[in-house]
């Protein structure tokens, strides 16, 4: 079994900032990429920033020059530092992981219950 827990979600002002974390766990042989996605309500899912295992980061143009995110691999967490948010940032924020369980099964995507970011003053 593999969890993916999602916490660091909440209320926050125009212009303040977050910080997301995410913690995998249970039966991981190796993690690969992590990422970030999010989903506003009636708006489809969309890739927020994604880091590969040799940490290569690619992100989604409107949160570029705001958001971070790193990951530790000792800790098979990921993370994103969120600055300057905007009330068009409100979404529910998902985990997701690639990993494989043994040396022999395929990759597969895991993903977090998500949590709920909300810009607003």
């Known amino acids: 079994q593999v969890q993916v827990v999602e916490s660091g979600g909440g209320l926050v002002q125009p212009g303040g900032s977050l910080r997301l974390s995410c913690a995998v766990s249970?039966?991981?042989?190796?993690?690969?990429?992590m990422g970030w996605y999010r989903q506003a309500p009636e708006k489809q899912r969309e890739l927020v920033a994604r880091i590969t295992s040799g940490s290569s980061t690619n992100y989604v143009d409107s949160v570029k020059g705001r958001f971070t995110i790193s990951r530790d691999n000792a800790k098979n967490t990921v993370y994103l530092q969120m600055n300057s948010l905007k009330p068009e940032d409100t979404a529910v924020y998902y985990c997701?992981?690639?990993?494989?369980?043994?040396?022999?099964?395929?990759?597969?995507?895991?993903w977090g219950q998500g949590t709920q970011v909300t810009v607003s003053s």
């Open positions: 249970g039966r991981i042989f190796r993690i690969y990429a």
């Open positions: 997701n992981a690639g990993l494989t369980t043994t040396m022999t099964t395929p990759l597969r995507d895991y």
